[in-house]
Nanobody, 129 residues
Framework: QVQLVESGGGLVQTGGSLRLSCAAS????????MGWFRQAPGKEREFVAA???????????YYADSVKGRFTISRDNAKNTVYLQMNSLKPEDTAVYFC???????????????????WGQGTQVTVSS
């Protein structure tokens, strides 16, 4: 049974920073693609960032244009945890943020919801203006 638990959300002012964490349990995820999505009120869930294993010790990161240069995805395989460092936050970043994993060894990047088979419960990020 795969479980993903997000943490680190909260309320922050425009220009501030937050770091989200997603702890995975039930499997060893070091080679599985992982990603972050978000859903704002009244909107569909959208891709934010993804990280996938590309061989050896190399991982590749991918970002939505809206967060490129401000957000950084990373992972600590020893802790089975993926992170999303969010800097220069804007009110439009306000959303529930979800982490996801595809618990099979597939090539990335995975940027579509349907490509992931395990999801966390989400953590709220609110950016005040």
């Amino acid at each position: 049974q795969v479980q993903l638990v997000e943490s680190g959300g909260g309320l922050v002012q425009t220009g501030g920073s937050l770091r989200l964490s997603c702890a995975a349990s039930g499997r060893t995820f070091s080679r599985f693609p992982m990603g972050w999505f978000r859903q704002a009120p009244g909107k569909e869930r959208e891709f934010v960032a993804a990280i996938n294993w590309s061989g050896g010790i190399t991982y590749n990161a991918y970002y939505a244009d809206s967060v490129k240069g401000r957000f950084t995805i990373s992972r600590d395989n020893a802790k089975n945890t993926v992170y999303l460092q969010m800097n220069s936050l804007k009110p439009e970043d306000t959303a529930v943020y979800f982490c996801a994993v595809r618990a099979t060894l597939v090539a990335g990047p995975l940027i579509k919801e349907f490509e992931y088979d395990n999801w966390g419960q989400g953590t709220q990020v609110t950016v005040s203006s």
